[in-house]
């Protein structure tokens, strides 16, 4: 059993910052993944890919958050961050955590991201 569990979310205003985080646990080791990455999903849409990072480091990211987002990995410890600033409220959204490794994805629960005035 592999566990995802995410936290930092709730409520900001419009052009503020939140960081989300994320910890694996259960039957893992060390570099446990080959990839993490945060996905989203807004009321009446699909899920997408926010941002990703490998085991190596290299990141990519959705247009949309680009030069306001950063994801950062303690890959030795499977744990993923994402750090959101100059939020907007188009980044309203359940935001997910998920860890791959080979063809197995693996989901957190999701943590509730709400920009608003």
């Known amino acids: 059993q592999v566990q995802l569990v995410e936290s930092g979310g709730g409520l900001v205003q419009p052009g503020g910052s939140l960081r989300l985080s994320c910890a694996a646990s259960?039957?893992?080791?060390?570099?446990?993944?080959?990839?993490m990455a945060w996905y989203r999903q807004a009321p009446g849409k699909q899920r997408e890919l926010v941002a990703a990072?490998?085991?190596?480091?290299?990141?990519n990211y959705v247009d949309s958050v680009k030069g306001r987002f950063t994801i950062s990995g303690v890959n030795a410890k499977n744990l993923v961050y994402l750090q959101m600033n100059s939020l907007k409220p188009e980044d309203t959204a359940v935001y997910y955590c998920?860890?791959?490794?080979?063809?197995?994805?693996?989901w957190g629960q999701g943590t509730q991201v709400t920009v608003s005035s």
């Open positions: 259960g039957s893992i080791f060390s570099y446990y993944f080959d990839a």
């Open positions: 990072i490998t085991r190596s480091g290299d990141t």
């Open positions: 998920n860890g791959r490794r080979r063809r197995t994805d693996y």
